[in-house]
Nanobody
Framework: QVQLVESGGGLVQAGGSLRLSCAVS????????MGWFRQAPGKEREFVAA????????AYPDSVKGRFTISRDNAKNTVYLQMNSLKPEDTAIYFC?????????????????WGQGTQVTVSS
């Protein structure tokens, strides 16, 4: 059984930064492609960032490109999301996700395992 646990969310002012972490347990972490998604109230869960198993490839939507950075430490079984220059519209619950495979995936339905989420609130 694969378990994902997010941490690092909180309340921050616009322009500030947060770093989210996602600890993965259960199987060989390096075999997984990882992703971050977010869901604001009343909205669909949307893609935020993805990284392949070797950290050689990453992907972001235009809404966060240049502000957010995904990274992973396979020795620590952890994936990170560094979020800079935060905006009120970044307010959402942030989820990490995992799936086996050597690619990276930007579609929610591509992922098999999900964490419970961590709340990020950006005040104006």
């Amino acid at each position: 059984q694969v378990q994902l646990v997010e941490s690092g969310g909180g309340l921050v002012q616009a322009g500030g930064s947060l770093r989210l972490s996602c600890a993965v347990s259960g199987r060989t972490f390096s075999a997984y492609a990882m992703g971050w998604f977010r869901q604001a109230p009343g909205k669909e869960r949307e893609f935020v960032a993805a990284i392949n198993w070797s950290s050689g490839r990453t992907a972001y939507p235009d809404s966060v490109k240049g502000r957010f950075t995904i990274s992973r430490d396979n020795a620590k079984n952890t994936v990170y999301l560094q979020m800079n220059s935060l905006k009120p519209e970044d307010t959402a619950i942030y989820f990490c996700a995992a799936r086996t495979g050597q690619g990276f995936y930007t579609v929610r339905t591509a992922y098999d395992y999900w964490g419970q989420g961590t709340q990020v609130t950006v005040s104006s």
